[in-house]
């Protein structure tokens, strides 16, 4: 290699095969984001299922959506947006080389996320004792039952509405892949962590804290889309 | 398999000799090898269900099977041909092998997450050969709702996380590949200088990167609708089992061109060499890789002309799949402008590309008759539907592969298999296949439909051409395997460039290559298939 002795030195954290630190950065950039790519594609599905069935089903939407539980929707979208923001304060106190910013941080975010968990598990809750869940424990008569109880003021509800258990099925199956998402994520964040202990990172190089922010916000815009089409519309 | 040879330099198969040297390897062309015993195991057990298949299918009764037992071994078959052979064999093998070699890169972008695809589709096919071993599936390769999420007897669950893990073993492929195109090319190897099998393999992994993860969340929802009892897809829950049909397309109608789309880079190369010629209208060939990556996406309905779709729909999508022509009929055009006034040389991979051209033009053309929507009524879920996939998937792709394969077996172990043996092969293979598929197309016009096993006897003539035509391709496929086997063991060293070939993995890397590929830089000053180069002449 000793055509490429320019001023790019060989980096410790350079990988052999790239030619320069240039090279591996774009390279990793590029690949997190065909990554993002082909996860829009994957939650894309889903999305198209929701658009058709929500055609198809007014009337179920309208029924499912007034029985969620709004407050603790908005509060678990606020908790997001909190876990993003410390997230990019993770990056900014990596970029500045302070190692213990960086871990207070990632806590934080941790600690958000459990949150969300928290009350994302009181709302599964509710709905299983509601019997709510398709295929699982659904029952007609207390579906109805709870519909009618949460309906707006000037709503009657009759008669379960045709597709109520797609509407359902839909709510269990994407915020369960939206939940599998962070459960994945905090798996790479511990992994971070730990590495940031050990003092893998500096300034000049914090590719995974930077790429761990891209894809916490990734999951953070999915459920910013969750929110208004499952519990507003 | 290490025997000395006789050259005493190393290379990337005598680097390291321990189990975990090549169990922990992170060496694409290693992990390209890797795919390749994977790979031919799958393609075994698939080419075996379709061996008994065909033997009961050979009269109009059921003599050997009963109609449960011979509905799970076709989909056995298309399941692993399908997900586990076409799919993956050559951007797995040959594009593993050698998109680093072809664009003078030390490796793939991310070597270790190219070792962990193929840890994930072993895992799949793992799970797949459970779901075989505990029994079976009958859903054929479609897994189409209702059927496979409600009634099904049998292990749809299994097998379909098998198909779902297998999936991210593409789309990472995929990624690897765009990455590596993108940003690991030498000096001087500008994106109008690329082999035109590396422009195949990028539109290839475009594909894989948009429409695999629209197939996953679909068998996972699939999986979800039968452990679970979720009801997207059922009709009593308010579900719509099209729906699954139009997701399921969405992916798997792109997913004929993952398949098929590699098979044209290796065309390219083989028909440049053995024509002595550069490539006619390079850049049309390269463009129309990316037309049909792109046209590809929106032809999905033409599966569904039968389904309940809107015949609004149905014309739209078949005006687009007549599009798909376009790309592809330029391809064929300009492949058969490079043989022209070329210096052409009959050798084994020539003989299965020559076959390639004849058979997937057939394929291609009875395309078009089923994407014509009237005609599509009379000839949907018939033999001619399965001669036609056939002789674009078996007659196009697999003789592709094997064009690829006999065509850089020299570059990958350092070998001259027996020509002579592997013509042989060659060509039996190309009558076998045709007296295969032919019939199949007589049977499907004159009204047989798929998947039966008893049949009306009128038929019986076809179908028995048939069998005889698959076991006679069968011993054509032996031929190969153990001309190419046996090569290992008593073949000629192979030197570095047997077929006077352009390309950086032929003029700038031994056979087999040197553990980091290339002994010195690499630097590209030459346009690709520039067979007046001289250079490529003077073997050292």
Same mark, same amino acid.
């Given at each position: 290699?000793?055509?490429?002795?320019?001023?790019?030195?060989?980096?410790?954290?350079?990988?052999?095969?790239?030619?320069?630190?240039?090279?591996?950065?774009?390279?990793?950039?590029?690949?997190?984001? $065909?990554?993002?790519?082909?996860?829009?594609?994957?939650?894309?599905?889903?999305?198209?299922?929701?658009?058709?069935?929500?055609?198809?089903?007014?009337?179920?939407?309208?029924a499912?959506?007034?029985?969620?539980?709004?407050? $603790?929707?908005?509060?678990?979208?606020?908790?997001?947006?909190?876990?993003?923001?410390?997230?990019?304060?993770?990056?900014?106190?990596?970029?500045?080389?302070?190692?213990?910013?960086?871990?207070?941080?990632?806590?934080?975010? $941790? $600690?958000?996320?459990?949150?969300?968990?928290?009350?994302?598990?009181?709302?599964?809750?509710?709905?299983?004792?509601?019997?709510?869940?398709?295929?699982?424990?659904?029952n007609n008569e207390h579906a109805l039952h709870t519909l009618q109880e949460?309906?707006?003021?000037?709503?009657?509800i009759t008669e379960l509405p045709?597709?109520i258990?797609?509407?359902?099925?839909?709510?269990?199956?994407?915020?369960?892949?939206?939940?599998?998402?962070?459960?994945?994520?905090?798996?790479?964040?511990?992994?971070?962590?730990?590495?940031?202990?050990?003092?893998?990172?500096?300034?000049?190089?914090?590719?995974?804290?930077?790429?761990?922010?891209?894809?916490?916000?990734?999951?953070?815009?999915?459920?910013?889309?969750?929110?208004?089409?499952?519990?507003?519309? | 398999?290490?025997?000395?040879?006789?050259?005493?330099?190393?290379?990337?198969?005598?680097?390291?000799?321990?189990?975990?040297?090549?169990?922990?390897?992170?060496?694409?062309?290693?992990?390209?090898?890797?795919?390749?015993?994977?790979?031919?195991?799958?393609?075994?057990?698939?080419?075996?269900?379709?061996?008994?298949?065909?033997?009961?299918?050979?009269?109009?009764?059921?003599?050997?099977?009963?109609?449960?037992?011979?509905?799970?071994?076709?989909?056995?078959?298309?399941?692993?041909?399908?997900?586990?052979?076409?799919?993956?064999? &050559?951007?797995?093998?040959?594009?593993?092998?050698?998109?680093?070699?072809?664009?003078?890169?030390?490796?793939?972008?991310?070597?270790?997450?190219?070792?962990?695809?193929?840890?994930?589709?072993?895992?799949?096919?793992?799970?797949?050969?459970?779901?075989?071993?505990?029994?079976?599936?009958?859903?054929?390769?479609?897994?189409?709702?209702?059927?496979?999420?409600?009634?099904?007897?049998?292990?749809?669950?299994?097998?379909?996380?098998?198909?779902?893990?297998?999936?991210?073993?593409?789309?990472?492929?995929?990624?690897?590949?765009?990455?590596?195109?993108?940003?690991?090319?030498?000096?001087?190897?500008?994106?109008?200088?690329?082999?035109?099998?590396?422009?195949?393999?990028?539109?290839?992994?475009?594909?894989?990167?948009?429409?695999?993860?629209?197939?996953?969340?679909?068998?996972?929802?699939?999986?979800?609708?039968?452990?679970?009892?979720?009801?997207?897809?059922?009709?009593?829950?308010?579900?719509?089992? &099209?729906?699954?049909?139009?997701?399921?397309?969405?992916?798997?109608?792109?997913?004929?061109?993952?398949?098929?789309?590699?098979?044209?880079?290796?065309?390219?190369?083989?028909?440049?060499?053995?024509?002595?010629?550069?490539?006619?209208?390079?850049?049309?060939?390269?463009?129309?890789?990316?037309?049909?990556?792109?046209?590809?996406?929106?032809?999905?309905?033409?599966?569904?002309?039968?389904?309940?779709?809107?015949?609004?729909?149905?014309?739209?999508?078949?005006?687009?799949?007549?599009?798909?022509?376009?790309?592809?009929?330029?391809?064929?055009?300009?492949?058969?402008?490079?043989?022209?006034?070329?210096?052409?040389?009959?050798?084994?991979?020539?003989?299965?590309?020559?076959?390639?051209?004849?058979?997937?033009?057939?394929?291609?053309?009875?395309?078009?008759?089923?994407?014509?929507?009237?005609?599509?009524?009379?000839?949907?879920?018939?033999?001619?539907?399965?001669?036609?996939?056939?002789?674009?998937?078996?007659?196009?792709?697999?003789?592709?592969?094997?064009?690829?394969?006999?065509?850089?077996?020299?570059?990958?172990?350092?070998?001259?298999?027996?020509?002579?043996?592997?013509?042989?092969?060659?060509?039996?293979?190309?009558?076998?296949?045709?007296?295969?598929?032919?019939?199949?197309?007589?049977?499907?016009?004159?009204?047989?439909?798929?998947?039966?096993?008893?049949?009306?006897?009128?038929?019986?003539?076809?179908?028995?051409?048939?069998?005889?035509?698959?076991?006679?391709?069968?011993?054509?496929?032996?031929?190969?395997?153990?001309?190419?086997?046996?090569?290992?063991?008593?073949?000629?060293?192979?030197?570095?460039?047997?077929?006077?070939?352009?390309?950086?993995?032929?003029?700038?890397?031994?056979?087999?290559?040197?553990?980091?590929?290339?002994?010195?830089?690499?630097?590209?000053?030459?346009?690709?298939?520039?067979?007046?180069?001289?250079?490529?002449?003077?073997?050292?």
């Amino acid at each position: 290699m000793s055509h490429a002795v320019t001023d790019t030195e060989h980096k410790p954290y350079q990988q052999h095969h790239f030619e320069n630190m240039e090279q591996q950065t774009q390279s990793t950039l590029l690949g997190i984001w $065909l990554f993002m790519a082909q996860e829009i594609l994957f939650f894309g599905g889903l999305f198209a299922a929701y658009t058709i069935y929500r055609i198809l089903y007014p009337a179920a939407w309208a029924a499912g959506a007034s029985s969620q539980n709004v407050f $603790l929707g908005m509060v678990n979208t606020i908790v997001l947006i909190g876990s993003s923001v410390s997230i990019v304060m993770a990056v900014h106190s990596a970029r500045h080389d302070d190692r213990k910013a960086i871990l207070k941080w990632f806590a934080v975010t $941790l $600690l958000l996320g459990t949150v969300f968990f928290g009350i994302k598990a009181i709302e599964y809750g509710t709905k299983w004792d509601h019997q709510l869940v398709p295929g699982l424990n659904w029952n007609n008569e207390h579906a109805l039952h709870t519909l009618q109880e949460h309906a707006p003021k000037n709503v009657e509800i009759t008669e379960l509405p045709k597709g109520i258990q797609i509407y359902y099925s839909l709510y269990f199956v994407m915020t369960g892949m939206h939940a599998l998402h962070m459960v994945i994520g905090f798996g790479l964040a511990f992994w971070i962590m730990a590495k940031t202990a050990k003092g893998r990172f500096n300034s000049e190089y914090y590719p995974h804290i930077e790429y761990f922010g891209l894809y916490w916000h990734f999951v953070d815009i999915v459920w910013i889309f969750l929110f208004p089409l499952l519990y507003l519309v | 398999m290490n025997e000395p040879t006789s050259k005493p330099k190393p290379n990337y198969l005598t680097s390291g000799n321990t189990v975990s040297s090549w169990l922990l390897t992170v060496d694409h062309k290693r992990i390209g090898l890797m795919y390749l015993l994977g790979m031919t195991f799958f393609f075994l057990i698939g080419a075996t269900a379709a061996a008994l298949f065909r033997f009961e299918l050979a009269t109009h009764d059921a003599n050997v099977f009963a109609n449960d037992t011979y509905n799970r071994l076709f989909t056995m078959h298309g399941i692993i041909m399908v997900f586990f052979f076409l799919i993956p064999a &050559v951007p797995g093998v040959l594009g593993n092998f050698l998109v680093p070699l072809m664009i003078g890169a030390k490796d793939v972008a991310f070597p270790r997450l190219n070792l962990a695809s193929w840890y994930i589709y072993m895992l799949g096919g793992t799970f797949t050969l459970a779901a075989i071993l505990l029994g079976g599936i009958d859903t054929g390769w479609t897994f189409y709702t209702p059927y496979s999420s409600v009634y099904a007897d049998s292990n749809v669950i299994l097998a379909g996380s098998g198909v779902f893990i297998t999936g991210f073993s593409s789309i990472l492929t995929g990624l690897n590949f765009i990455v590596t195109i993108h940003k690991m090319r030498a000096p001087g190897m500008t994106w109008m200088r690329l082999p035109l099998f590396i422009w195949a393999q990028y539109a290839t992994s475009i594909i894989n990167i948009l429409g695999t993860p629209v197939i996953a969340i679909t068998l996972l929802l699939v999986v979800f609708e039968r452990s679970l009892g979720f009801g997207i897809f059922d009709p009593q829950k308010g579900g719509d089992p &099209v729906l699954y049909q139009h997701l399921f397309w969405f992916y798997s109608h792109p997913a004929v061109y993952i398949m098929i789309l590699p098979g044209f880079g290796v065309v390219s190369e083989v028909l440049a060499c053995f024509s002595r010629k550069r490539i006619y209208g390079y850049e049309f060939v390269a463009f129309s890789s990316l037309a049909i990556a792109a046209i590809g996406f929106f032809v999905w309905g033409h599966h569904m002309f039968t389904s309940s779709q809107s015949e609004y729909a149905g014309l739209i999508f078949s005006i687009l799949t007549y599009l798909v022509g376009i790309p592809t009929a330029i391809k064929i055009f300009n492949w058969v402008a490079t043989l022209y006034k070329g210096s052409i040389l009959l050798s084994a991979p020539m003989i299965y590309t020559l076959g390639f051209i004849g058979l997937f033009l057939v394929g291609g053309l009875t395309g078009l008759f089923l994407a014509t929507m009237a005609l599509n009524v009379h000839l949907h879920d018939t033999y001619f539907v399965v001669a036609h996939f056939h002789y674009v998937m078996v007659g196009g792709m697999m003789m592709a592969w094997l064009a690829g394969l006999h065509f850089w077996w020299p570059k990958m172990l350092g070998k001259m298999y027996n020509e002579f043996w592997a013509r042989v092969g060659a060509v039996i293979i190309f009558f076998g296949f045709n007296f295969t598929f032919y019939p199949q197309f007589i049977a499907g016009y004159m009204g047989m439909p798929r998947r039966y096993h008893v049949y009306d006897i009128e038929y019986q003539p076809f179908q028995m051409l048939s069998t005889v035509g698959a076991y006679f391709m069968g011993v054509g496929l032996i031929i190969c395997f153990v001309t190419l086997v046996s090569s290992i063991f008593k073949g000629k060293p192979a030197g570095k460039n047997p077929w006077k070939a352009t390309g950086l993995e032929w003029n700038q890397a031994d056979s087999p290559p040197d553990q980091h590929n290339f002994t010195s830089p690499v630097k590209v000053d030459v346009e690709a298939y520039d067979y007046t180069d001289e250079r490529i002449y003077q073997d050292t």
